[in-house]
């Protein structure tokens, strides 16, 4: 029985690599269409909560781009620390920079949700650009967008930065994320004008104006804690020109400084990964345990046809886990090795993330509650108003 499931495996993942080989020559990089001199507005949209540490340096590195945004609306969203002074005195130093506080959030709202529409209804650009507050933006990174926007008349443009990390074990986590958000999500697709996928990375969402009003913004997906990907894929049903691209060179963020951090971060999204279903989920969780744990553990088995199979699984799996690490990150590839510790890791902040949801009924995510029926409503509503 195990050799027959095994086999069934074997194929899918072999199905999976050749997918990924296909697939990851249609993400270009950022760079790829050259520089622009384009003059055209671009207004920038940050959302900062409790950023004190990482606000001043994504402001001056957006200040010192080649290509300077033409204003910086900074939304400080209810921030406890520093955060609102330092934008002040960003602002006071830099008059392209716009601070606006939050003190209260609406009902209804998701606190980075409301910010980004918050700043966006003040924007005067031609483009808008959604970024995060923590970001560091190298020279050019603007330019070598406008271009690609220019080149291929896109009416927005997603790019994926380079995801730093200070620990092994952090590392690993990271890149085991990435593997299986390449072949969950084949974020190629959204390349494909005739796909009806559509990718969003929250680090960089470039996208005109008036398409942007054009399918209600994010108003119309309030309480999407996914909301960068509700974006791209919102931006897609409306048949609007998409392209997703590798910024590893251009872009840079510390996704999480450390491990207890990543497990927090990733209460908030699991469940909305998998579309708020504990069935869902499940099967996520044993999914994973069957394809990417057991069979290293089946190495050992007393059957020798088991062992070879499982033997071809797990190098199909390595070959897809470097070629995604490759693909996506700077890490060197022989974190690889570590790839069943990840799994397993991963398999943790899964299961403890499912379990947390279910006992709060619902999310907690920088001093706010939001229930699960609140956020299943959204989902709701946000896929019947796309279809």
Request: net charge neutral.
């Amino acid at each position: 029985m195990l050799f027959w499931i095994y086999l069934l495996t074997t194929v899918v993942w072999m199905v999976f690599l050749i997918d990924f080989m296909t697939g990851i020559r249609k993400i270009p990089s950022l760079s790829s269409a050259g520089l622009s001199d384009s003059e055209e507005y671009i207004s920038v949209i940050i959302a900062a909560k409790d950023e004190e540490t990482t606000i001043t340096q994504t402001l001056e590195s957006l200040i010192h781009q080649t290509k300077s945004p033409d204003e910086i609306i900074v939304v400080n969203d209810r921030s406890g620390d520093r955060t609102g002074a330092l934008i002040n005195e960003a602002a006071a130093c830099h008059p392209q920079i716009v601070p606006v506080h939050v003190t209260e959030l609406p009902e209804g709202w998701l606190g980075k949700n409301h910010a980004l529409y918050l700043g966006s209804s003040k924007a005067a650009g031609d483009y808008l650009l959604f970024t995060d507050a923590d970001i560091h933006f190298h020279g050019d990174t603007l330019r070598y967008a406008m271009k690609l926007m220019e080149k291929h008349k896109l009416d927005y443009l997603t790019a994926a930065p380079d995801l730093q990390a200070r620990s092994l074990l952090l590392k690993g986590l990271i890149s085991f994320f990435l593997f299986g958000f390449s072949y969950l999500k084949r974020p190629w697709t959204a390349n494909d004008p005739s796909s009806n996928k559509g990718m969003g990375i929250g680090a960089f969402q470039l996208i005109r104006t008036k398409a942007y009003q054009h399918m209600g913004g994010h108003e119309k997906m309030k309480m999407r804690a996914d909301d960068d990907l509700a974006l791209g894929q919102r931006m897609k049903e409306g048949r609007f020109s998409q392209m997703f691209v590798s910024a590893k060179q251009h872009l840079s963020v510390e996704w999480y400084p450390n491990l207890s951090s990543a497990l927090r971060g990733f209460e908030k999204n699991a469940f909305a990964g998998l579309n708020y279903s504990f069935l869902l989920s499940i099967s996520a969780l044993f999914g994973v345990f069957v394809s990417q744990i057991l069979p290293f553990f089946l190495l050992f088995h007393s059957d020798p046809s088991v062992q070879i199979i499982s033997f071809i699984n797990v190098l199909l799996l390595f070959c897809l886990y470097i070629l995604s690490t490759r693909a996506f990150t700077t890490y060197p590839l022989w974190l690889a090795a570590a790839l069943p510790v990840s799994a397993a890791l991963f398999l943790f902040m899964l299961a403890r993330a499912l379990i947390l949801t279910w006992l709060r009924g619902g999310i907690e995510w920088r001093g706010n509650r939001y229930s699960l029926r609140e956020l299943k409503q959204d989902f709701r509503d946000t896929k019947e108003d796309s279809d």
